[in-house]
């Protein structure tokens, strides 16, 4: 009886396991398909651009300034896409190291529920808000 019990009770913290080191595989699938979308969009990003060879200086002042304004949007744009990837790069080479889910900063597990909102967060809660209090001192 007792032997049993504690069978299930094995079984039980078991399952718990399984089920958090598959909400990582999940989460680290979803960083996967992220990478390769935002290098999909960052390719045809700079496809537009190659596409838009057109001559640069016309006669109107004011085309001109609506395509500059253009091309600072999608440089903008672009510079995102570059930062989420850089991060989601960041999350796949720890996950590589098994790192995957530690904070960065403290080495404490990163909260389960953190990494199903932001799969690609490399810091827990407080080490991020400290990191945050840090740049905007500055
Ligand atoms: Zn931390």
Known sequence: MTAQAYGNDATQRRDRADQESSARADAIA???????DLRAQLRSLSDDE??????RFSNHLAEDAQDQQQR????????????????????????????????EDCGHDIPPRRLVVIPDATLCVSCQAQREARRSAH
């Not at 979803?30 to 390769?36: K, M, V």
């Not at 600072?72 to 995957?100: C, K, T």
């Open 50 to 55: 190659s596409e838009s060879g057109r001559p």
């Open 72 to 103: 600072q949007g999608a440089a903008v744009v672009r510079q995102m896409l570059i930062n989420d990837l850089r991060q989601v790069e960041h999350a796949l080479e720890r996950s590589e190291r098994e790192q995957y889910g530690i904070c």
């Open 30 to 36: 979803r960083l996967a398909a992220r990478r390769d």
